[in-house]
């Protein structure tokens, strides 16, 4: 005796081991949908995205020696040089200092030269990288944006598929159970046949009304099956038995969280936000293209040592050096072309933004007619099945005592197994309303329903 129980204590405690519940299939769903992973690993990558359209910070060390040799003569040429180079980019400033030695018959060089160039125009002070920066940083901000409604729009998926497989287990249960009923009145039916007061037809039609309910069973259960498979290979999680309250509590949930928000404006959602964070990108984009095709004046000063030796005279020379550089772009139809398409790039996002908002307002305004159509529609279902139900025990009791025929009472539990399949339908398509609005007013997150 006390094996048998230890038995059964186990086997229950598997059961309940193996079970699916409405957190454990977000969490899994999370943790192993790719997509998901794919979503964190491109926010990630943002974190280097302003280091990587900036120009480089790092000192630059070059070295140089050469060699060379005169066929006719031993009078061979020697030329060593280094130079270090660094860019302050923030204000636009190049520092470059550099050394070079040459030796030559009758001649030796040892020069060393400073030079701080500062663009004046161009890139004033920096203000092309400043502006640069900004314009990185604006895409960052827009780019975590997008990978928060990608992250909402996945989580909204398994939400709805998690409805679908709670809708295809009860869709699967009300088959077996409308099984079961039909198989009690083909019992009631062969009984009443045996007394003669229900026909040999009355039989047969009974019988067939089983064979029809066995047929949904099959249905149904492959239905579920099927896609209780497929979720399973997606959680990497095998399941036997799954919480049905829980799709039930997830719509309450949901409910709730629609009742606790007001309507969602145009200008309150991520959709805005990142529009305009992309405009103002957009528009940064092509001012920067718009003055790679200017000219650029830049101040220059700087130092030369010069302590060098030639035909048996010594030099010794320091310097100071101040001067301007000027570069004039001409002919550059890249540079234009790039500009032009960033001017197109930037109108373009104008159009979209107008576009998303006219989109918003559409959807807004289909969803809460949808939902409010699903409200009355569940109301309207819920109240028929109940009524239905009366009915169908009220005309049981009529039929077993000959005041029905079999026909009429056949008809009202087709009625009665229609009625409560579109109840089972009407829930999922509440739910699904309810899920697309809260993504549309952005407050659909794992946070808000675990």
Not at 307 to 334: A, C, H
Request: no cysteine; proline share 1%.
């Amino acid at each position: 005796m006390k094996l048998i129980t230890l038995s059964l204590f186990i086997f229950s405690t598997l059961g309940f081991a193996n079970r699916l519940d409405l957190e454990k299939y977000i969490k899994l769903s999370i943790k192993n949908n790719p997509a998901f992973a794919e979503v964190d690993v491109d926010k990630e990558a943002l974190d280097y995205i302003v280091d990587q359209g900036l120009p480089s910070r790092e000192f630059t060390l070059s070295l140089r020696s050469e060699n060379g040799y005169n066929a006719d003569s031993d009078d061979n040429t020697t030329s060593t040089s280094a130079a270090l180079s660094k860019s302050v980019i923030e204000s636009g400033t190049d520092f470059t200092i550099s050394h070079s030695r040459v030796t030559r018959p009758d001649t030796r060089e040892n020069v060393t030269e400073i030079r701080l160039e500062q663009s004046l125009y161009k890139n004033a002070f920096g203000q092309n990288v400043r502006l640069k920066k900004s314009s990185l940083l604006t895409q960052k901000d827009f780019k975590e944006l997008e990978s928060e409604e990608a992250r909402e729009k996945l989580f909204s998926q398994i939400l709805k598929t998690y409805l679908e497989l709670s809708k295809a287990y009860r869709d699967f249960k009300l088959a077996k159970a409308l099984e079961n009923e039909a198989i009690k009145l083909e019992k009631n039916v062969a009984s009443k046949a045996k007394q003669r007061v229900a026909t040999s037809t009355d039989l047969k039609r009974a019988k067939l009304l089983v064979l029809l309910r066995k047929e949904e069973v099959l249905e149904k259960e492959t239905t579920y099956k099927t896609l209780k498979n497929q979720i399973e290979e997606n959680l990497s999680y095998d399941f036997t038995s799954f919480v049905e309250s829980d799709s039930e509590k997830l719509i309450k949930q949901l409910t709730t969280l629609y009742r606790a928000q007001e309507q969602p404006s145009w200008a309150s959602t991520r959709s805005f936000k990142i529009a305009q964070l992309r405009d103002k990108f957009n528009a940064n984009e092509a001012t920067l293209l718009a003055r790679e095709d200017s000219p650029d004046v830049s101040f220059i000063i700087g130092y030369n040592k010069d302590d060098s030796s030639r035909f048996s005279t010594s030099i010794e020379r320091s310097e100071t050096v101040v001067g301007l550089k000027l570069e004039v772009p001409i002919g550059d139809t890249q540079a234009r072309a790039n500009y032009q398409a960033a001017k197109l790039n930037h109108l373009k996002s104008n159009i979209q933004s107008r576009k998303d908002a006219l989109e918003f307002s559409r959807q807004k305004t289909v969803l809460l007619n949808n939902l409010k159509q699903a409200q009355g529609q569940l109301s309207v279902n819920q109240s028929k099945v109940k009524l239905t139900a009366d009915i169908v025990m009220e005309e049981e009791r009529r039929f077993s005592i000959g005041r029905l025929d079999l026909d009429t009472l056949i008809e009202l539990k087709s009625d009665y197994a229609s009625y409560r399949a579109a109840l089972e339908q009407s829930k999922l398509i509440y739910g699904m309303i309810l899920i697309d609005w809260l993504e549309l007013a952005d407050n659909l997150s794992v946070e808000g329903l675990l």
